[in-house]
T-cell receptor, first 112, second 113 residues
Framework: DGGITQSPKYLFRKEGQNVTLSCEQN?????MYWYRQDPGQGLRLIYY???????QKGDIAEGYSVSREKKESFPLTVTSAQKNPTAFYLC???????????FGSGTQLSVL | SQELEQSPQSLIVQEGKNLTINCTSS?????LYWYKQKYGEGLIFLMM???GGEEKSHEKITAKLDEKKQQSSLHITASQPSHAGIYLC?????????????WGLGTSLAVNP
């Protein structure tokens, strides 16, 4: 079955540590996105990528980094510069930039 | 900045009852998406509306976009416990650009058996 897979489901970060969230899709979608979801706030875009080897900052990119070396993969690194990383992170993809988004099941990141 | 307002914030209904969730923008929208989310899980696509006056249905869920393309409603007929979850609307405030979707805060729905 085609879909978008996020791992791990739960992740804990220690002070000063970088952590990487995985996002893989086998839908052959060109565009991929990372969102952050906090209670009481709408989804906020962190980074997006329209094609391989290219990505752009979203609304809250500070403290995060991404790469898009392969069409099917779009990992997100939460760096130590992100001072409030506790949130639910959602990865999404779409065939092109103007069609509906398909979401992964999310990763809950917490700080130890 | 443009925002999407969802109402109500939360809703508790008895199984079998009908309900409506609204999503309102101050500006014209070029695409309106409805998603459902179970707590701690990803978003499941329900429907997409693009044209003023458009209406779509899937099983017992109907979504409409008004003529001005500034308000959408999601209506559930004869609600069931399986309808429980968080309903989110997302919208494209520009023409065909998913990079800048805006999102409502969600409506939490509980259905009592």
């Amino acid at each position: 079955d085609g879909g978008i897979t996020q791992s791990p489901k739960y992740l804990f970060r220690k002070e000063g540590q970088n952590v990487t969230l995985s996002c893989e899709q086998n839908l052959n979608h060109d565009a991929m996105y990372w969102y952050r979801q906090d209670p009481g706030q709408g989804l906020r875009l962190i980074y997006y990528s329209q094609i391989v080897n290219d990505f752009q900052k979203g609304d809250i990119a500070e403290g995060y980094s991404v790469s898009r070396e392969k069409k099917e993969s779009f990992p997100l690194t939460v760096t130590s510069a992100q001072k409030n990383p506790t949130a639910f992170y959602l990865c999404a993809s779409s065939p092109r930039g103007n069609e509906k988004l398909f979401f992964g099941s999310g990763t809950q990141l917490s700080v130890l | 900045s443009q925002e999407l307002e969802q109402s109500p914030q939360s809703l508790i209904v008895q199984e079998g009852k009908n309900l409506t969730i609204n999503c309102t923008s101050s500006k014209t929208l070029y695409g309106l998406y409805w998603y459902k989310q179970k707590y701690g899980e990803g978003l499941i696509f329900l429907m997409m509306l693009q044209k003023g006056g458009e209406e779509k249905s899937h099983e017992k869920i109907t979504a409409k976009l008004d003529e001005k393309k500034q308000q959408s409603s999601l209506h559930i007929t004869a609600s069931q416990p399986s309808h429980a979850g968080i309903y989110l609307c997302g919208a494209d405030p520009n023409a065909g650009n998913n990079r800048k979707l805006i999102w409502g805060l969600g409506t939490s729905l509980a259905v009592n058996p």
